[in-house]
Nanobody, 123 residues
Framework: QVQLVESGGGLVQAGGSLRLSCAAS????????MAWFHQVPGKEREFVAA????????WYADPVKGRFTISRDNAKNILYLQMNGLKPGDTAVYYC????????????????WGQGTQVTISS
């Protein structure tokens, strides 16, 4: 089993930055692709970014390309999401997720989820 706990959310003004963290326990994440999704009330969970098990490959949803950076520290079992140039449209609950081996942009493909952290961007 893998337990994931997100942190780092909060309220910031448009144009600001936040760094989300996702700490994993229960199992080393070396073989797991990891991802960030976000969700707003009434909508499905949406893909934000993903990273492969080694950190050598990453993928981003078009709205966040050039603004967000996903990274991981396998020695510490932590996943990060650096978010710059934040916009009110980025407001959502952000979740980290893990699945074995390959990344996927579909939330239904992930086996483990954190509880989420709220990100609110004011205009």
């Amino acid at each position: 089993q893998v337990q994931l706990v997100e942190s780092g959310g909060g309220l910031v003004q448009a144009g600001g930055s936040l760094r989300l963290s996702c700490a994993a326990s229960g199992r080393l994440l070396n073989n797991y692709a990891m991802a960030w999704f976000h969700q707003v009330p009434g909508k499905e969970r949406e893909f934000v970014a993903a990273i492969n098990w080694s950190g050598s490959g990453s993928w981003y949803a078009d709205p966040v390309k050039g603004r967000f950076t996903i990274s991981r520290d396998n020695a510490k079992n932590i996943l990060y999401l650096q978010m710059n140039g934040l916009k009110p449209g980025d407001t959502a609950v952000y979740y980290c997720a893990a699945r074995l081996f390959s990344y996927s942009p579909w939330h239904t493909d992930y086996d483990y989820w954190g509880q989420g952290t709220q990100v609110t961007i004011s205009s």
